[in-house]
């Protein structure tokens, strides 16, 4: 069965520095990998995605994730964080071939981002 | 284009009543999942729906829950004799066609109903 695991609750980074927010899968084959926010009261937006190529994903509002497959890993990453950057972050995988599109998401990582 | 449209976006209700929540996808798309956002965990799959095959129900808690889709289009989801456990925000999300290979299509979220059973 696959599963995700993103082992912060909560992530506290100064403006204009990085942030990074961790992920790490468990899946038979070649994952697909999601990341999600969620803004109060709101519904979950689509930041990015890694289907097959190049390692390194670039999304929405400057986000990118790398995927890692020997450490099963696909963290979260932006090079000088915004305090708008202040939501909630999920991290999903679906595992191909199983005939079954579901989603698979981790428990969420907060991010507080402090001017 | 209009996103993913959810109704009512809040309800509260007593314990024991039955509640329906309404999904609208984004036109054209042929997928349409359901997932249940409780406090202090993350989402949790309900069930999906894909053109006219058979839904996969493998995610609903119990039989008290059920959904439907009519017309390929808009879904309801009916939780019947609603428990407090039922509490939570519950999400629908639809994704357009799955291309051949099995590629995965991005799912696209609405912003959610947000049920209390008092």
């Known amino acids: 069965a696959q599963s995700v695991a993103q082992p912060e609750d909560q992530v506290n980074v100064a403006e204009g520095n990085p942030l990074t927010v961790k992920c790490t899968y468990s899946v038979s084959g070649n994952p697909y990998l999601f990341w999600y926010v969620q803004y109060p009261n709101r519904g979950l937006q689509f930041l990015l995605k890694?289907?097959?190529?190049?390692?390194l994903v670039k999304g929405s509002y400057g986000f990118e994730a790398e995927f890692n497959k020997s450490q099963t890993s696909f963290h979260l990453k932006k090079p000088s964080a915004l305090v708008s950057d202040s939501a909630l972050y999920f991290c999903?995988?679906?595992?191909?071939?199983?005939?079954?599109?579901?989603?698979?998401f981790g428990t969420g990582t907060r991010l507080l981002v402090s001017p | 284009g209009a996103g993913v449209s959810q109704s009512p976006s809040n309800k509260v209700t007593e314990k024991g009543k039955d509640v329906e929540l309404r999904c609208d996808p984004i036109?054209?798309?042929?997928?349409l999942y359901w997932y249940r956002q409780s406090l202090g965990q993350g989402l949790e799959f309900l069930i999906y729906?894909?053109?006219?095959?058979?839904?996969?129900k493998s995610g609903l808690p119990s039989d008290r829950f059920s959904a439907e889709r009519t017309g390929g289009s808009v879904s309801t989801l009916t939780i019947q004799r609603t428990q407090q456990e039922d509490s939570a925000v519950y999400l629908c999300?639809?994704?357009?066609?799955?291309?051949?290979?099995?590629?995965?299509?991005?799912?696209?979220f609405g912003p959610g109903t947000r049920l209390l059973v008092l």
């Open positions: 729906f894909q053109g006219n095959s058979a839904p996969d």
């Open positions: 999903a995988v679906r595992a191909p071939g199983t005939g079954f599109q579901k989603l698979v």
């Open positions: 036109s054209g798309h042929t997928a």
């Open positions: 890694y289907i097959t190529g190049d390692n």
């Open positions: 999300a639809s994704s357009s066609k799955i291309r051949a290979g099995g590629r995965q299509e991005t799912q696209y």
